[in-house]
T-cell receptor
Framework: DAKTTQPTSMDCAEGRAANLPCNHS???????VYWYRQIHSQGPQYIIH???NNETNEMASLIITEDRKSSTLILPHATLRDTAVYYC????????????FGPGTSLSVIP | EPEVTQTPSHQVTQMGQEVILRCVPI?????FYWYRQILGQKVEFLVS????????KSEIFDDQFSVERPDGSNFTLKIRSTKLEDSAMYFC????????????FGPGTRLTVL
């Protein structure tokens, strides 16, 4: 699996958009970008994934650059409950794809 | 919304004892996984299981560990003789009916070995 690089930590004001960047410059054509988050030692929670196109669901939006070497997860209106560690992961969906977690970005939403 | 469930939420055991951690994957899922997270560290892959056999395991998953799907709903992780360093959160995950499906995680079991 390709490696990803994320900032160690970020702050965001409550109610504002949280933009979490991720670099995955060695991603290959058949690898997807996945985002999970982990709230204080709870189980990792799936957020969103994409291949080439931008994606949006009820939790977040995922913006993938045209060259696919980086992406941004957007939480449109961050709340205190969004305080968590966010993991950007690259997965080849045709495999048994064990999820390899890096250190992630620790997002603190501040009142 | 279907969820992966795990029991117990917290297990305390003495060193050298056997423990069994239980998971109920999402119904109709076919791919199953165990991960662990030592306090303050990353989530680490232990083992994947498909079609009643292990498909991949990590270096952590040594002879002390075993997995089983004893019936159509449960997926278990057994640690034969626990060590202090086995203290961690253990997460079960499951994935749907094709390899391209998304993996969903359970809430975890906190194992404390004394």
């Amino acid at each position: 699996d390709a490696k990803t690089t994320q900032p160690t930590s970020m702050d965001c004001a409550e109610g504002r958009a949280a933009n979490l960047p991720c670099n995955h410059s060695t991603i290959s054509g058949n690898e997807y970008v996945y985002w999970y988050r982990q709230i204080h030692s709870q189980g990792p929670q799936y957020i969103i994934h994409g291949l080439k196109n931008n994606e949006t669901n009820e939790m977040a939006s995922l913006i993938i650059t045209e060259d696919r070497k980086s992406s941004t997860l957007i939480l449109p209106h961050a709340t205190l409950r969004d305080t968590a560690v966010y993991y950007c992961i690259v997965l080849m969906k045709t495999s048994y794809d064990k999820v390899i977690f890096g250190p992630g970005t620790s997002l603190s939403v501040i009142p | 919304e279907p969820e992966v469930t795990q029991t117990p939420s917290h297990q305390v055991t003495q060193m050298g004892q056997e423990v069994i951690l239980r998971c109920v994957p999402i119904s109709n899922h076919l791919y199953f996984y165990w991960y662990r997270q030592i306090l303050g560290q990353k989530v680490e892959f232990l083992v994947s299981f498909y079609n009643n056999e292990i498909s991949e395991k990590s270096e952590i998953f040594d002879d002390q560990f075993s997995v089983e799907r004893p019936d159509g709903s449960n997926f278990t992780l057994k640690i034969r003789s626990t060590k202090l360093e086995d203290s961690a959160m253990y997460f079960c995950a499951s994935k749907g009916q094709v390899r391209s499906d998304t993996q969903y995680f359970g809430p975890g079991t906190r194992l404390t070995v004394l």
